[in-house]
C-alpha cells in the first residue's frame, strides 16, 4: 500500500525558513514525480512545485508555481525515501496546508500541476506564516 506522510510544518515569522519532508512507504519514491500542493482557507489548492525523472534529460526535472520561485527548493533523498520541500524567505501568503502528492513515471509540468492526476497523498503538514 503506497503511503505518503508530510512533516516539518510549523509556525515561524514572515522571513523565516521550514523544510517539508514527504516520507514514502510502500513504493520507491525516486520512481515517482512528487509534488507538493497547498490550500490555504477558503481558497483552491494550489500546486506549489514538482520533482521528476526525465529520461530525456537523464536527471530530476523541477517544477515551481511562481508564487514560490527563488524562494523554495525541492530535492529528493533517496536514501531516506523522502522528497524534501525548503521553503525560505516565508511569507504570510504562504500560509496553508501542505500536502505532498505521488504519480508514477515522468509528469510534464507544461500545464502546471493538476491535482487529479496525483493518485496517492498525504495528510498534509500545516504552515503557518505570522508575526
Known amino acids: 500500500q503506497l503511503q505518503l506522510v508530510e512533516s516539518g510544518g510549523g509556525l515561524v515569522q514572515p522571513g523565516g525558513s521550514l523544510r517539508l519532508s514527504c516520507a514514502a512507504s510502500?513504493?520507491?519514491?525516486?520512481?515517482?514525480?512528487i509534488a507538493w500542493f497547498r490550500q490555504a482557507p477558503g481558497k483552491e489548492r494550489e500546486g506549489v512545485s514538482s520533482?521528476?525523472?526525465?529520461?530525456?534529460?537523464?536527471?530530476?526535472?523541477?517544477y515551481y508555481a511562481d508564487s514560490v520561485k527563488g524562494r523554495f527548493t525541492i530535492s529528493r533523498d533517496n536514501a531516506k525515501n523522502t522528497v524534501l520541500l525548503q521553503m525560505n524567505n516565508l511569507k504570510p501568503e504562504d500560509t496553508g496546508i501542505y500536502y505532498c502528492?505521488?504519480?508514477?513515471?515522468?509528469?510534464?509540468?507544461?500545464?502546471?500541476?493538476?491535482?487529479?492526476?496525483?493518485?496517492?497523498w498525504g495528510q498534509g503538514t500545516q504552515v503557518t506564516v505570522s508575526s
Open positions: 510502500g513504493f520507491t519514491l525516486e520512481y515517482y514525480a
Open positions: 520533482i521528476s525523472f526525465s529520461d530525456d534529460v537523464g536527471d530530476d526535472t523541477t
Open positions: 502528492a505521488a504519480a508514477g513515471g515522468f509528469y510534464n509540468t507544461r500545464f502546471g500541476l493538476r491535482g487529479s492526476d496525483f493518485g496517492s
